[in-house]
């Protein structure tokens, strides 16, 4: 792996290996979702076909409360990776986001990558810029690259962590809130505020929730460190700090836990492996659960066949942890018994004074 100041093209090839090689998680932090221990109901009585697990999620109805999460574009072989999951998530009637679409701006003949409308022509397609990106564009320019897509939503990724270590990473986040505000107001689609593998705290909701954005994907500490990414592709000072700050973030499940109360609709990505996973996260307030890191590994091992095999396992355990749990719905297990470990009790309790 090249540790050079390499082009857009480059880094995104760089990202999809090093994500595809689960070298990059978060070494001593995790999500604290297996924090959250579901009660078990023996006496569920009804069928368990009875389950529904339909969620609507930014205005779209979603057959199972699960986004197969942005991860790539840019490149011939990301346009690959993303017409197949796309397709996958027509098929089983998911949400699926976007990689950033920066490459889009710097590189327009790139622009092929991300469309993926001809093989999901329903589904829900998040797009995504980030802050900085679009503090630099004017609304009516990301709105046309919208439509290059056809998203249903933008995803305004907040990833200053990751940008600290990145080479040739951007430095000045200023205007980051009047940058949200004027796209709320302006663009005309739903904006979702989103992190990158570091978690939105208490006060980052309270702010967005302020500014009348009704949607965010927490992308919480404990799966893929975004700060280790870039870490790998370093060198020299910025590896050293990559190394000291690989663990940083705010762990998945106190993110949602924190964000829980303020009425914004969460999707919870961050270090989610399983259908378990996703159930935790709907306990603590999430509407949906995203995967990004999984459903790559099980694209690069099975194609598009494995992909398929892989999120119909994770659907089924949604509805096995729904049924088990004695609830018909999955919106019904945020008022379900739980029980929260001390880990993510103490995050819960503290953070939400920060």
């Known amino acids: 792996m090249s540790k050079q100041p390499a082009g857009i093209e480059q880094r995104k090839a760089d990202h999809i290996a090093l994500c595809a090689s689960g070298e990059v998680e978060f070494r001593d932090k995790t999500s604290l979702l ?6 078990h109901d023996a006496l569920p009585d009804f069928h368990v076909d009875e389950v529904d697990l339909s969620t609507t999620l930014l ?3 979603l057959r199972a409360p699960l986004v197969i999460s942005a991860m790539t574009g840019g490149t011939d072989r990301a346009a690959a990776i993303n017409s197949d999951l ?26 092929w990558t991300f469309r993926i409308r001809e093989v ?4 829900l397609v998040l797009g995504n810029l980030g802050v900085v990106q679009a503090r630099e564009m004017s609304t009516a320019q990301i709105r046309a690259l919208l439509a290059d897509t056809g998203a249903d939503a933008v995803c305004v990724h907040l990833n200053p962590a ?3 270590i990145q080479p040739g990473g951007d430095r000045d986040f200023r205007s980051g809130r009047d940058t949200i505000a004027r796209l709320h ?51 020299g000072a910025a590896e050293r700090l990559g190394e000291e700050f690989w663990d940083w973030g705010i762990p998945t499940a106190a993110s949602i836990g924190l964000l829980a109360d303020l009425g914004l609709e969460i999707i919870a ?19 949906a659960g995203g995967m990004a890191a999984p459903v790559l590994r099980a694209y690069e091992a099975g194609g598009y066949d494995g992909t398929i095999a892989f999120l119909e396992g994770v659907i089924q355990s949604i509805r096995a942890a729904t049924f088990l749990s004695g609830c018909k719905r999955p919106s019904e297990l945020a008022a379900a018994p739980r029980v929260i470990g001390p880990r993510l009790s103490a995050w819960l309790q503290q ?4």
């Open 34 to 39: 297996e924090e959250v221990g579901l009660v």
């Open 59 to 61: 205005g779209k109805r």
């Open 86 to 111: 796309a397709r996958a998530a027509e098929t089983l009637g998911l949400g699926f986001g976007l990689g950033s679409q920066r490459a889009m701006v710097v590189r327009p003949d790139s622009a």
């Open 120 to 123: 999901a022509p329903t589904a």
């Open 162 to 164: 990751m940008e600290l």
């Open 185 to 235: 107001g302006e663009l005309g689609l739903p904006v979702v505020v989103k992190e990158t593998g570091c978690g939105l705290s208490r006060r980052v909701g309270e702010v967005v929730r302020d500014i009348g954005v009704r949607a965010v994907d927490v992308s919480g500490a404990g799966g893929t460190s975004w700060v280790g990414v870039e870490t790998r592709r370093a060198s």
């Open 269 to 287: 990505t961050g270090g989610l492996r399983s259908g378990l996973d996703v159930a935790r996260a709907l306990a603590l307030g999430a509407r």
């Open 351 to 354: 953070a939400r004074r920060a």
